[in-house]
């Protein structure tokens, strides 16, 4: 059972060891780009194990979400805008459990799946105690979208950058926060910014000011996709912090069969097989999708014996799918998670 200290004060416990989740590593190794991170001052008693490094927040269309981790732990609270209705602590922060369990899929049991893994490749039992900790988020389907439109030829600095800016552009802020009360010094008030809805990204003069703010080509991608999600499935919300339309649609594709669910996700502009798969893994339940890049194919090559492409081969849409079903052949019907972890490999 884990323990109050100064640093969890006003949070509330969900008792998770580190081996169900690595805040540290799922929340900034590139699945997830709204996430501010704060870094702990420790009073002089000196950083340890049960003492928590960061606070991670990110904000949802009412509320803005607060954890921390311990060993034993995550730490969570949230806060909602002065305008809300008045709404019940206990009531507040249920809510607030629920989304971080779907969020983070803990449903799922990752320490059993690690040695599932493990049992049947020797190449995962070889390094799953270096990477642990490590599961697939469930993320909102039309932000993980645009997120991985904007991931095409980029980095995670820029991406973040990128996804950012659309809320901080296109979507009034929520709430502004100080940054913890036991944060380093230095740090500033935040403004917290939900993601924005399809039918405000559709609007054509969002590809030119998206241009202006660096996105390059993938201004018009996102622009032209919010607008063929409106056209073809409904535009603004009418109540208060509900999904519109089109955004419903894409919660639809979970459950459609995963064949199917590309084949809708590639209609839309900007987006081919592995930033469909990525949405595909990444926000619609389809566990078993290995989205191939150059190097998940170096890492099939040299690990699982693939056979066939040259040391530096096209990604043809061919040995997409021989790279995709290798790995699924040896992980099984969470290969796309035990992906996460052999990336490093």
Same mark, same amino acid.
């Given at each position: 059972?884990?323990?109050?200290?100064?640093?969890?004060?006003?949070?509330?416990?969900?008792?998770?060891?580190?081996?169900?989740?690595?805040?540290?590593?799922?929340?900034?190794?590139?699945?997830?780009?709204?996430?501010?991170?704060?870094?702990?001052?420790?009073?002089?008693?000196?950083?340890?194990?049960?003492?928590?490094?960061?606070?991670?927040?990110?904000?949802?269309?009412?509320?803005?979400?607060?954890?921390?981790?311990?060993?034993?732990?995550?730490?969570?609270?949230?806060?909602?805008?002065?305008?809300? @209705?008045?709404?019940?602590?206990?009531?507040?922060?249920?809510?607030?459990?629920?989304?971080?369990?779907?969020?983070?899929?803990?449903?799922?049991?990752?320490?059993?799946?690690?040695?599932?893994?493990?049992?049947?490749?020797?190449?995962?039992?070889?390094?799953?105690?270096?990477?642990?900790?490590?599961?697939?988020? !469930?993320?909102?389907?039309?932000?993980?979208?645009?997120?991985?439109?904007?991931?095409?030829?980029?980095?995670?600095?820029?991406?973040?950058?990128?996804? !950012?800016?659309?809320?901080?552009?296109?979507?009034?802020?929520?709430?502004?926060?100080?940054?913890?009360?036991?944060?380093?010094?230095?740090?500033?008030?935040?403004?917290?910014?939900?993601?924005?809805?399809?039918?405000?990204?559709?609007?054509?003069?969002?590809?030119?000011?998206?241009?202006?703010?660096?996105?390059?080509?993938?201004?018009?991608?996102?622009?032209?996709?919010?607008?063929?999600?409106?056209?073809?499935?409904?535009?603004?919300?009418?109540?208060?912090?509900?999904?519109?339309?089109?955004?419903?649609?894409?919660?639809?594709?979970?459950?459609?069969?995963?064949?199917?669910?590309?084949?809708?996700?590639?209609?839309?502009?900007?987006?081919?097989?592995?930033?469909?798969?990525?949405?595909?893994?990444?926000? @619609?339940?389809?566990?078993?999708?290995?989205?191939?890049?150059?190097?998940?194919?170096?890492?099939?090559?040299?690990?699982?014996?693939?056979?066939?492409?040259?040391?530096?081969?096209?990604?043809?849409?061919?040995?997409?799918?021989?790279?995709?079903?290798?790995?699924?052949?040896?992980?099984?019907?969470?290969?796309?998670?035990?992906?996460?972890?052999?990336?490093?490999?």
């Amino acid at each position: 059972m884990a323990s109050t200290t100064p640093f969890t004060i006003g949070f509330r416990m969900l008792p998770l060891p580190l081996a169900q989740l690595s805040l540290a590593t799922v929340l900034q190794c590139g699945q997830s780009f709204r996430w501010s991170v704060f870094p702990l001052a420790t009073d002089g008693v000196g950083a340890g194990p049960d003492v928590p490094s960061n606070e991670y927040r990110f904000c949802l269309q009412d509320r803005v979400v607060c954890l921390r981790q311990t060993p034993d732990a995550v730490w969570y609270r949230s806060v909602l805008p002065p305008s809300s @209705l008045p709404l019940d602590e206990d009531m507040q922060e249920a809510q607030t459990l629920a989304w971080i369990q779907d969020y983070f899929q803990l449903e799922v049991d990752l320490p059993k799946l690690y040695d599932e893994w493990s049992t049947r490749d020797p190449v995962f039992n070889s390094l799953r105690h270096r990477f642990s900790g490590i599961r697939i988020l !469930r993320q909102d389907p039309f932000e993980c979208l645009l997120s991985f439109i904007c991931s095409s030829n980029n980095n995670i600095k820029r991406i973040t950058k990128m996804v !950012r800016s659309l809320g901080t552009e296109y979507s009034p802020a929520l709430l502004s926060l100080p940054p913890p009360e036991d944060a380093v010094e230095g740090l500033e008030v935040e403004n917290y910014h939900p993601f924005p809805a399809p039918s405000v990204l559709a609007a054509p003069e969002v590809a030119t000011n998206l241009r202006r703010l660096g996105f390059g080509y993938r201004a018009d991608f996102i622009q032209k996709t919010a607008k063929m999600l409106v056209d073809s499935h409904g535009g603004p919300k009418d109540t208060l912090h509900r999904p519109e339309p089109a955004e419903e649609w894409l919660h639809t594709l979970r459950q459609m069969a995963t064949e199917e669910a590309r084949a809708e996700l590639v209609k839309l502009m900007g987006v081919g097989r592995k930033v469909a798969d990525c949405v595909l893994l990444m926000s @619609l339940d389809k566990r078993e999708v290995v989205p191939v890049d150059t190097h998940v194919h170096d890492i099939a090559k040299k690990h699982y014996g693939l056979s066939g492409g040259k040391a530096k081969a096209n990604m043809t849409p061919q040995l997409y799918d021989m790279v995709n079903s290798k790995l699924a052949g040896v992980w099984g019907a969470y290969a796309g998670w035990a992906h996460s972890v052999s990336r490093p490999a």
